[in-house]
């Protein structure tokens, strides 16, 4: 004869189950690919902030304009003149058509490209910054997955799930919102987009989240 208490037990072995099997599983949140990647490496640097030094010229070439930006290279624009500011700082500039043969003036010229020794990129923590700022919204995402599995039948899978959805959005929403400091002034120049860290859009869709079991 069935015992009365036989669903009762069967759900709180299901319920010892699933918890079980969610502590042994990882969610990770931030950029996923493998070590060394160039979107990995962006992210790095933006995160911690970092010295850029030229490697394979004497100076960083910062575009200016659009068209410079589009170029790339320096190399690749003509008629390009050298105006040095101070040791290890200076411009290369172009000089409109109607200016030659007249004194130097300038807004006589086009402004393409800064030359610096080096550029100081500010830490802007994205995956950091986002976990200090929405600690209390994953404390209830992590109460929500283990009450979806005692009392919605969720699987550790689906609770797991549930958490890396939710914390993707928040670190997303921390992008588009909270990051400081601004981008630069010369930075803006070129740029698409006011938002710090965001241009092409790139570095925003490569944040993704997985979930790993321990192995």
């Known amino acids: 004869m069935a015992s009365l208490f036989d669903p009762f037990r069967e759900d709180m072995a299901r319920i010892k189950r699933e918890l079980e099997k969610l502590q042994g599983l990882k969610i990770h949140v931030g950029i996923m690919g493998d070590a060394g990647s160039d979107i990995l490496t962006i992210a790095g640097v933006h995160e911690y902030g970092a010295t850029i030094h030229a490697k394979k010229a004497k100076n960083l070439s910062i575009p200016l304009t659009d068209e410079a930006k589009k170029a790339g ?11 040095q500011i101070s040791p290890g700082y200076g411009y290369l500039v172009r000089e409109k058509p109607k200016a030659k043969g007249k004194e130097y003036d300038p807004n006589n ?22 976990y200090d700022d ?5 404390d209830s995402l992590c109460k929500e997955a283990v009450d979806g599995i005692v009392y919605s039948h969720w699987t550790a899978e689906q609770a797991a799930d549930h958490v890396g959805k939710l914390a993707l959005e928040m670190t997303r929403d921390y992008f588009n919102t909270k990051l400081e400091p601004a981008k630069s002034k010369t930075t803006q120049l070129t740029s698409t987009q006011y938002q710090p860290l965001f241009d092409t859009g790139r570095l925003y869709n490569s944040i993704t989240y997985s979930v790993e079991a321990d192995q």
């Not at 290279?73 to 105006?83: A, M, T």
């Not at 010229?109 to 986002?130: A, H, K, N, Q, T």
């Not at 929405?134 to 994953?138: H, N, Q, S, T, V």
Request: glycine content about 6%; hydrophobic content about 40%.
């Open 134 to 138: 929405g600690k209390d919204a994953l």
């Open 109 to 130: 010229y086009d402004w393409l490209y800064m030359l610096v020794d080096s550029v100081e990129i500010p830490e802007r923590s994205f995956i950091r910054g986002s």
């Open 73 to 83: 290279s320096p190399r690749n624009v003509k008629d390009l003149q050298f105006i």
